[in-house]
């Protein structure tokens, strides 16, 4: 493999370009732009690799780029997940150059997209075409997937692996992604939470109202603040009956969580923050993070927000919700325990929008796919790498590991300054390039096993 490395090196440059050429295409599902145009310039480079590629499409969903390469002998296939849609780049202003006119400075690449995820997709494809251009074939089969409703939720991506489900078959997944700690070492997370989003409506007058009369008429944001209350303690825990009962936590995971360095005033300092919520400390803050669920407030609309004052009873009220779920949790358990929750407490008043969500998923720390990431990861990183029980966000991992029971796990190409969703999305140039040669030194471990 040390040719496909050095090809890597003598390459660079020009898988730049090409990942350059897709993080140009706003490919931005929420908006329904670009899909098409991003769909089109991923499958060229995908057969330029010398990959077999097919584009599957399914009524009422974006289409889903299946890339494959079988070589005459193998034992084992690799599957890699990753998503060609991309967030909204507003603000704009906050950008320091145009999001999709990719730019590089100071060793980065700045582009909406380039690290969520479009970053790793050029990582993992030219990683192939690395060692297929210096050693004629690979040592293992490689199979790709990229959906375009990621950032939507992925509710399609269940859908074509129930009618392709056979391309979906593998021994082992790598997910979309992964960063580097501040202290240089690789990420590799063995899976993510799950995910429930919901909108909670109430109208109460047909008009808004003067405030002299909010001793009569009642007011819809105070029985959202009401509702809400009920929902979660001061110190996150989430009061509705049952929410915890199927929660799987082991003790491998609170071992593994030790091992991640963490420290309370440089985090308070990154946040701009006085405390952690539910005033956590230490080791507890971070178990908050990543081995609780949690009930988060995403916006809140309703009255007057304008300059100056206008002194008003609104007539309805609207507040966005997520839930991040834990392995066990499902979000339609969630949600009938949430209308039981409703009609306990008088809650009747509240209407319910359930938008979408999905399940969490972990492989297990002693899955041989771990040991495969692991000593592949060492071997690229010259570090031992940190092995994370599960991702604090969510992604729909639940697809490979509980669907089709591929042990599965997540590394890639960002660092802990990508600003991910956020403007002046980035990736380190030499995070991209270790990301590259990891999943060459992947191939060749798995082969071996």
Partial sequence: MQKALEYVDENLDTFIEDLKSICSIPSISVQD????????RIKEILEESGLNVKVLELEGANPLIYGEYKPENYSKTIIFYNHYDVQPADPLELWTSPPFEPSIRDGKIFARGVADNKGNIIARVKAVESILKTAGDLPAAVKFVFEGEEEVGGVSLPKYIDKYKELFEADIGVWESGDRHENGRPSVKLGYKGLAFF?????????????????????????LVEFLSSLRDEKGKILIEGFYDDIKITKEDEELLKQIPFDDEETKEEYGLTEFAGKFEGFEALKSLYLKPTCNIDGIKSGYIGEGTKTI????????????????????????NLHKHIEKYGFSDIEVKYHYGYESAKTPPSSFAVDIIRDATRKTYGIEPLIYPISV????????????????????????GSLVHSPNENIRIEDFRLALKNIVNIIDELSKH
Wanted: aromatic share 12%; net charge negative; hydrophobic share 40%.
């Fill in 199 to 223: 909108e909670f409506f109430v109208k109460k007058a047909d008009r808004d109202v003067h405030s002299g009369r909010a001793g009569l008429v009642p007011n819809p944001v105070w029985r």
């Fill in 313 to 336: 009873v609104p007539s309805e009220a609207l507040v966005k919700v997520d839930f991040r779920l834990f392995p066990g949790q499902t979000p339609e358990k969630l949600l009938e």
């Fill in 33 to 40: 732009e670009g899909i098409n145009e991003c769909v089109i």
């Fill in 393 to 416: 966000g969510s992604s729909p991992i639940y697809n490979f590991i509980n669907k089709l029971g591929i042990p599965t796990v997540s590394t890639g190409a960002e660092y802990w």
